[in-house]
């Protein structure tokens, strides 16, 4: 959405708190579809209409290549090494149909073509994980193959096909580990392969949820999480890990329009979603909303007619998205810190920043082992109605899970792990304030936490203070003194999602704690 004065579209402005404009990369001639970043991050390649692919540089952020391809290019994926790129494209004498192609980057030469006639045409190619000479593309018929570099580029026979009529294939992804191969319909279903290197044949399960048809899919880094955006604007997600594994866990109403990308930030905190109307951030420990940005002024066309998209950089704070009528991409420097603890989302319509407000807290652990404090509930209650939960660094998976359930069911958390500063912040006096002002001091014990100068200091405070304690259990080890014999909750042999113990818990908060939310 463009402010008044163009506004955040000038390099150095923000649209929202933690999301800075650092340029606006131009040269295309027409709109820009799938784009995509090299493995290390140093390029970024951008397809578009205007029958060319630009190489964008991420050190000096201007163009070193172009590829002119004589066709209209819907996608691109770099291989695993970085030395090749395929590209999907339609050719000038037919729209309907479409060509797969391989190029070698540093010569710049077209290494394979493989053409489709007769209406038919490929959506999407994915590469192989940890393997750089094998590709999957799906096609407008309802199949989805693998291309063997390595053997003369052979095309396998199909992965998936149609069980009845034809269903366009729009878009698949495999899973980090290369193990799953997730495919989108138009039949408004999701399927996952699993892939086993000399196996005879292809398991697959159905996933249950999806109300339209499929345009994108990715998964969450080094997990089974699998998000898939939709034509009417909403993003499933699943989890093939949990007790039921098929059916959709979340639901999101994201965009104004049709989802045509998702891709996750390379920690897995955050996901993008981009629709031809606007681009959104959500934060995955709640799957909240915490941006909606309509900046590309773009015709609501349908979305198989081009395809914006938004790509978190691989390695670092950096998100590129669609601007200008879809011809301007727009590189931003995230603020994950910062990001996560805005109590606003640029509201597309009003043209302006407006409060969020949550039923629950909004604490985030992520994998970075920083946390951000944000405000909670309606009203922006106070550190002073809030649970101060002290704990060691290297217990951070049980803390992240442990702190999700307890704002899951509404209880106000702090938490902070001190091997992180905030720049330009006193990390020693927000921590002492976050105690003189909370309720309940709830420590999470384990050998690392009791051994941890950090957690001796933050548990004297809240003893001179005469804070409630909340003793809690993640692993066995010697209970400091101070904390007397009353343990409210042992996680040793259970695990953070005990339910048992999570109400032993609550029960120290409120003696009828809120239901799960």
């Given at each position: 959405m463009e402010r008044t004065g163009r506004g955040f579209m000038e390099n150095g402005n923000s649209p929202v708190p933690g999301i800075t404009l650092r340029i606006a990369l131009s040269g295309h001639d027409g709109p820009i579809n799938l784009m995509s970043w090299s493995p290390d991050g140093r390029y970024l390649a951008s397809p578009s209409d205007d029958k060319t692919i630009r190489f964008w540089d991420s050190e000096r952020w201007d163009c070193i290549k172009k590829l002119n391809v004589k066709q209209e290019v819907g996608c691109v994926e770099w291989s695993q090494h970085g030395d090749k790129l395929a590209s999907i494209s339609k050719p000038n004498d037919n729209p309907g149909n479409s060509a797969i192609h391989i190029w070698d980057i540093k010569n710049q030469i077209k290494l394979y073509k493989?053409?489709?006639?007769?209406?038919?045409?490929?959506?999407?190619?994915?590469?192989?994980?940890?393997?750089?000479?094998?590709?999957?593309f799906c096609t407008n018929s309802g199949f989805a193959y693998l291309l063997n570099l390595d053997a003369d580029y052979i095309v396998s026979k199909p992965i998936h096909r149609p069980a009845e009529r034809p269903e366009s294939i729009n878009c698949l992804a495999w899973s980090s580990d290369g193990s799953r191969l997730a495919i989108g319909s138009d039949d408004c279903k999701a399927y996952i392969y699993f892939i086993s290197p000399g196996q005879k044949g292809i398991p697959r399960v159905e996933?249950?949820?999806?109300?339209?048809?499929?345009?994108?899919?990715?998964?969450?880094?080094?997990?089974?999480?699998?998000?898939?955006?939709?034509?009417?604007?909403?993003?499933?997600?699943?989890?093939?890990?949990?007790?039921?594994?098929?059916?959709?866990?979340?639901?999101?109403?994201?965009?104004?329009?049709?989802?045509?990308?998702?891709?996750?930030?390379?920690?897995?905190?955050?996901?993008?979603?981009?629709?031809?109307?606007?681009?959104?951030?959500?934060?995955?420990?709640?799957?909240?909303?915490?941006?909606?940005?309509?900046?590309?002024?773009?015709?609501?066309?349908?979305?198989?007619a081009n395809w914006p998209s938004s790509v978190f950089h691989p390695t670092q704070p950096i998100l590129a998205t669609p601007g200008e009528d879809n011809s301007v991409i727009r590189i931003w420097d995230i603020d994950y810190r910062l990001l996560l603890s805005n109590n606003y989302v640029n509201d597309s319509n009003s043209n302006q920043l407006l409060p969020k407000h949550s039923n629950t807290d909004n604490s985030i652990l992520g994998k970075t082992g920083q946390s951000s404090h944000l405000?909670?509930?309606?009203?922006?209650?106070?550190?002073?109605?809030?649970?101060?939960?002290?704990?060691?660094?290297?217990?951070e998976d049980f803390v992240l899970k442990f702190s999700s359930n307890l704002k899951n069911r509404g209880v106000p958390i702090w938490v902070y792990l001190w091997d992180n500063t905030i720049p330009g912040t006193d990390t020693d006096q927000a921590i002492d304030n976050a105690i003189k002002n909370c309720t309940h001091f709830l420590i999470i014990l384990s050998p690392a936490s009791v051994s941890s100068e950090e957690v001796k200091s933050e548990l004297w405070l809240a003893h001179k203070l005469g804070k409630k304690f909340v003793p809690v259990i993640c692993k066995h080890c010697d209970i400091p003194r101070r904390l007397g014999p009353i343990i409210y909750a042992d996680f040793t042999f259970c695990g953070p999602n005990d339910e048992d113990q999570l109400k032993k818990v609550l029960h120290a908060f409120d003696p009828k704690p809120q239901p799960l939310q």
């Open positions: 493989e053409l489709f006639k007769n209406g038919n045409h490929a959506h999407e190619v994915a590469w192989l994980p940890n393997i750089n000479n094998k590709l999957a996933l249950i949820g999806p109300e339209s048809p499929l345009y994108c899919l990715a998964w969450k880094p080094e997990t089974f999480q699998l998000a898939a955006g939709g034509q009417n604007g909403k993003i499933y997600i699943w989890d093939l890990q949990a007790d039921k594994p098929i059916q959709v866990k979340h639901v999101l109403k994201s965009n104004n329009g049709s989802i045509t990308e998702l891709s996750f930030s390379n920690d897995g905190m955050m996901l993008v979603s981009t629709s031809n109307i606007d681009f959104c951030l959500w934060r995955t420990d709640t799957w909240e909303k915490i941006a909606a940005i309509d900046d590309m002024k773009l015709n609501n066309a349908w979305p198989m405000k909670h509930g309606k009203h922006h209650e106070q550190d002073s109605k809030r649970i101060f939960i002290s704990c060691s660094h290297e217990d």
